[in-house]
């Protein structure tokens, strides 16, 4: 485990993509139409990357493994992880770089258009990653299915695995390997009718804290050690963009979990960070502001 003099080493494993956020006031009927929009840019994308971001603000050292094509949005991508002091080590998908059109309406809900899928198997060169995953403190492994790839090598060398299942529904088999090989569980309740069960079911089997968020009615986490702690979301004067709000909160209980693993005082981090990231257009606040680790309650 780091120090405080010394940074966080985070290894994230896939979930990379260049995205169009589309913002409107209310999503369109399913009917021809014109459609105004509030606005529109494009940023970098993906649930690996929004959590590689963020952690970065937080004042982490990160290695990003993704798929990109030899294309434009790519080329754009490298050039947001550089700007950022984030290590890349990518692999070329032949299909191109996935790329998503994400229509946000007023009230922060998400229809995500997938302009490109890029490939949904491919084969990984695990070996690439093999000294970012040794001298990692932490590694997430991404729900894409390719990612099944780095699992066994992961745990052949002993090494914690951090999953974030997001919108898991409790039945889905494409899930159960991620879940299974999770020391530490994340995932959102917005489709699991029976998410405490479920997180109490996985810390019987032995992962070592599980987390379910609830968007703004806040968080609840499991360790086998403190039991359940429920936390309120963070209050803010205006959600300009909730996409990645997960992957923040993933990011903020990181770097506090691994300064002294107290599982109500890491997810008020992540609620913190949460609530720093939805005042962002893009999915991590922008480099310039201060940023730091405060474990307090």
Known sequence: MPTKRDPLQALLLGGVAWNTMVYVDSFPE?????????????????????????????????????????????????????????????AIDPEGTMRHINLMDANGDRISIFANPGSQDFDVAVESV???????????????????????????????????????????PYHREFVEAADYLLMSSVAHPDWRSFLEERIAAGT????????????????????????????????????????AFFAG???????????????HHGAKVAGAAVQSPDLA??????????TGE
């Not at 729900?143 to 066994?152: A, G, H, S, T, V």
């Not at 806040?218 to 709000?245: F, H, K, R, Y």
Request: charged share 20%; glycine share 10%; aromatic share 6%.
């Open 130 to 172: 093999a000294d970012a995953a040794g001298t990692a403190d932490v590694v997430s492994v991404t729900i894409m299915n390719y990612c099944r790839q780095f699992l066994p090598m992961l745990q052949e060398i002993d090494k914690p695995i951090w999953v974030d299942i997001h919108d898991y529904d409790g039945i889905n």
């Open 30 to 90: 399913p009917r021809p139409q014109t459609v105004f929009t509030r606005g529109s840019h494009e940023t970098v994308g993906s649930s690996g990357a929004g959590k590689a971001l963020n952690l970065r603000h937080l004042g982490a050292d990160v290695t990003v493994w993704g798929l990109i094509g030899d294309d434009a949005p790519g080329r754009r991508i490298r050039e947001v992880f550089q700007s950022r002091g984030i290590n890349f080590i990518s």
């Open 208 to 247: 070592r804290a599980a987390i379910c968020t609830h968007g703004s009615a806040g968080a609840s986490g499991l360790t086998a050690e403190e039991g359940w702690v429920d936390i309120d979301a963070v209050a803010v004067s205006e959600a300009v963009d909730t996409n990645g709000a997960g992957d």
């Open 285 to 294: 606040p922008p480099p310039h502001l201060e940023s730091g680790v405060d």
């Open 253 to 267: 209980f990181v770097t506090a979990w691994m300064e002294e693993e107290r599982l109500r005082n890491a997810m």
